[in-house]
């Protein structure tokens, strides 16, 4: 983010500290991210993987958050349930891969961003349970 030059090779170990790392234009956002997906994912274990937050339950990261110069961002992998589910929401912001941006100058699409955690967690559910059961 724009006043940590080193950002990239900056390490976080706790989401705190990637929170805290925001510049104040973009640390609201990221507390707000955080909020409605530990509300979405209540039972959700709150980590840092690839040096941003996640949240992993059934031993599978359900969803990712990170903050930008230009945007925030959720990120959820395999990527192609969630954009064939949410392709018309999804529609305003630009989809990169397996991540959807919300542009800076936007408010937040708080109820976009449940849904999408909801339905990753319906997914990890269904792979934990497949994975337990040998298929």
Partial sequence: MAEHPDREKQT???VDDYIA??????EPRLQEMRSVIRAALPDAEEIITHNIPSYRQHGVVVV???GHDEHTSLSFFPAGAVRARFDAE????RVVKSS??????QPLPVGLIADIARFRLAEAQEFAARRRSGH
């Fill in 12 to 14: 976080y170990d706790t």
């Fill in 21 to 26: 790392a925001a510049t104040y234009e973009i």
């Fill in 64 to 66: 990712q958050f990170a």
């Fill in 90 to 93: 999804l529609q305003p912001y």
């Fill in 100 to 105: 959807v941006r919300f542009p800076l100058d």
